[in-house]
């Protein structure tokens, strides 16, 4: 046998099961989230009683488990409708993959066997087609639109007409229940549209350290082969979870890198300098992500604070400040400068990537002041503006 595959084969000494700790696998056991998982199916359950319940908006921060949770029930429902044999049918679909009112509808009408092309029909087609093929029946249909806010932009005409579709039914009844880490996205819909989408709201908090604990120590036990976990690896992955606002994903993730570097070092078991260095390279990748996809432009005023940042012992800026570092950085790289109108909406593009915050302060001589400051390391930042081929020439200032 070829050395390639050798080593392949060969039991992880860390993992019993690596794929446990993956955002696909839905745990048998969710901790801390009674309320909800008890919210969702009250709320359920009278789907499968044949009554028709009603919208509900689940809200919560990033890695609060909404989607876990969603599908766990989901999960649960399905089966139990099926003993039961209830006509409801629960549909998940993530909005970041079905992007479109088209998209959308010709999913939902090939669950119930009406071939859709992927394109050529208008979109008034699609819906109608989705409504003739459900209607066929006494049933109902619960539309789960996972990451809705997606939606928002090119789609929301999928909300308004889901949101009245059941005054055009005859026999089926439609429910939808949107998911979403974004609490402002409604502020962009139509009045009506919002009141039906929201006429129940369950909130899931972000998870304090404590719970952090009891949902990595759980999964720990499945994931990882016996005594590999030193005593501090948990405590610090739930340190700089909760630095995320309690974000269980990161938890997860933090947990599954630092197995993987300790069995990329040959190590039995994994100690807390795995962490430190899970938590360094997770870190890189996500602001090596955010700034891949920056323009020329936005990657000079991210230079302009990185530049204020390393020349100064104050961490924060005016916007005016900023602005005179980025004229001065355009000059000195041959590009032309833009408003300070136009580098004001940077700021608030690199604030929502998480690269600066950006707090606005007050009104000054040009409108809005914000007070900038870097959210992420110099030392991190650095390396990967200069790979842009344009900032070279900002390594030796
Ligand atoms: N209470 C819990 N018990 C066990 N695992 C959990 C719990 N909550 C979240 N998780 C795990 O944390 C990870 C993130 O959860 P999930 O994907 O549900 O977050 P989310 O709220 O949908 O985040 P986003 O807004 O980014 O979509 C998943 O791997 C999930 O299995
Ligand atoms: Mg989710």
């Known amino acids: 046998m070829g050395k390639l595959f050798e080593n392949r084969i060969i039991e992880s000494s860390i993992f019993a099961n690596k794929e446990l700790l993956r955002p696909t696998y839905i745990p048998e056991n969710l901790p801390h989230r009674k309320k909800q998982l008890k919210s969702l199916a009250d709320t359920l359950s009278a789907a499968l009683k044949g009554k028709t319940p009603s919208n509900l908006l689940i809200y ?12 766990y ?22 909005c970041e993959l079905f992007d479109t009112q088209y998209r959308v509808f010709a999913y939902l009408a090939r669950v119930f066997n009406k071939k859709v ?20 029946e006494d049933r109902c249909v619960i539309v789960i639109l996972d990451e809705v806010d997606k939606l928002v932009t090119g789609g929301e005409e999928t909300l308004y007409n889901l949101s009245r579709i059941n005054s055009e039914l005859n026999n089926a009844r439609v429910r939808m229940i949107g998911i979403s880490n974004d609490p402002t996205f409604t502020e962009l819909l139509d009045t009506s549209v919002r009141s039906s989408m929201s006429e129940e709201e369950l909130i899931f908090p972000p998870y304090n350290a404590n719970q952090l604990q009891d949902i990595l120590t759980e999964r720990a036990e499945i994931a990882f082969n016996k005594s590999v976990i030193k005593g501090e690896v948990i405590p610090l992955c739930v340190a700089f979870a909760a630095q995320e606002h309690g974000n269980a994903m990161r938890a997860l993730d933090l947990l599954r890198v630092s197995g993987e570097i300790a069995e990329g070092t040959k190590s039995d078991v994994i100690t807390e300098e795995h962490v430190r260095l ?27 604070v990185l530049l204020l940042s390393k ?22 790289l041959g590009i032309e400068a833009l408003t300070y109108r136009r580098v004001t909406d940077f700021f608030v593009e690199l604030e929502i990537l998480g690269l600066i915050n950006a707090k606005i302060v007050g009104r000054g001589r040009y409108g809005r002041t914000r007070e900038i400051s870097l959210s992420v390391p110099e030392v991190l930042l650095q390396p990967l503006l200069v790979e842009d081929p344009m900032l070279k020439a900002i390594s030796n200032i």
């Open 73 to 94: 029930v989901d999960k649960q429902l399905e089966e139990k409708g099926e003993k039961m044999d209830s006509k409801c049918t629960l549909i998940y679909i993530n």
């Open 60 to 71: 919560g921060k990033t890695g609060t488990g909404k989607t876990a949770t969603v599908k």
């Open 311 to 332: 020349k100064n012992s104050n961490r924060q800026f005016s916007s005016g400040e900023v602005y005179e570092m980025y004229r001065r950085l355009c000059d000195h």
């Open 117 to 136: 092309p992927t394109f050529g029909w208008t979109t008034d087609k699609v819906y109608s087609e989705f409504k003739r093929v459900i209607d066929k």
């Open 278 to 304: 899970a938590n360094e390279k997770i870190e890189t990748d996500r602001i090596a992500e955010a700034v891949k996809i920056l323009s020329l432009q936005s990657k000079i005023v991210l230079s302009s």
